[in-house]
Structures are given as structure tokens and as C-alpha cells.
Nanobody
Framework: EVQLVESGGGLVQAGGSLRLSCAAS????????IGWFRQAPGKEREGVSC????????NYADSVKGRFTISSDNAESTVYLQINALKPEDTGVYYC?????????????????????WGQGTPVTVSS
């Protein structure tokens, strides 16, 4: 059974930092693209970033470029999302998702409703 378990969310002041973790199990980690999405209250889900585990290729939404960094620890089957310079508009539930290659990040970026595996989410609240 594939499981994605997010952690690291919380309440933080604007300008602060957080590191979110997504621990994956039940899958061959290197065969997947792992992405982060977020959903703010009353808004649609938004893709934030994605990493192709096998080659480390990454992409980011324009709204987070320069502030968010995605990385993976293949030995731990864990993907991290480092978030710096947090803004109130970063508030939301952050979800980890996994999609096998060749779809991987390409599918996540264009057809997120079709993504196979999702975590339960970790909430991030940024106070002004």
C-alpha cells in the first residue's frame, strides 16, 4: 500500500520559514515524480513544486519561485519543501502527491486531478 505522510506544517509569522516533509512508502521511490500542492481556504488547489526523483529535475509555480525549494532524500524516501520568506497568502493545506513515471511531474503540472497518490495534508498558517 502506497502511503504519503506529510509533516512540518504549523503556525508561523510572515517572513519566517518552514520545512515540510513527505515520507513515502510502498512504492519504488526513484520511479516517481513527487509534488507539492496547496489549497487555501475557499480557493482551488494549486500546484507548488515537483521533483523527478530519479534525476532531480524540479519545477516551481511562478508564485513561489525564489522562496520555495524542493529536494529529495532518496535513502529516506522523503521529499522536502523548504519554504522561506513566508507570506500570509502562503496559508493553506499543503499536500504531497506521487505519480509514476513517465507521467510524473508532467502529469501533475497539467492534470492534477488524475494524480494517483495523495497524502493527507499538513496545514500551514502564516500570520501577518
Amino acid at each position: 500500500e502506497v502511503q504519503l505522510v506529510e509533516s512540518g506544517g504549523g503556525l508561523v509569522q510572515a517572513g519566517g520559514s518552514l520545512r515540510l516533509s513527505c515520507a513515502a512508502s510502498g512504492l519504488i521511490f526513484e520511479d516517481y515524480g513527487i509534488g507539492w500542492f496547496r489549497q487555501a481556504p475557499g480557493k482551488e488547489r494549486e500546484g507548488v513544486s515537483c521533483i523527478v526523483v530519479s534525476d532531480g529535475d524540479t519545477n516551481y509555480a511562478d508564485s513561489v519561485k525564489g522562496r520555495f525549494t524542493i529536494s529529495s532524500d532518496n535513502a529516506e524516501s522523503t521529499v522536502y519543501l523548504q519554504i522561506n520568506a513566508l507570506k500570509p497568502e502562503d496559508t493553506g493545506v499543503y499536500y504531497c502527491a506521487a505519480e509514476a513515471l513517465p507521467g510524473g511531474c508532467t502529469l501533475m503540472n497539467h492534470y492534477s486531478d488524475a494524480v494517483t497518490y495523495w497524502g493527507q495534508g499538513t496545514p500551514v498558517t502564516v500570520s501577518s
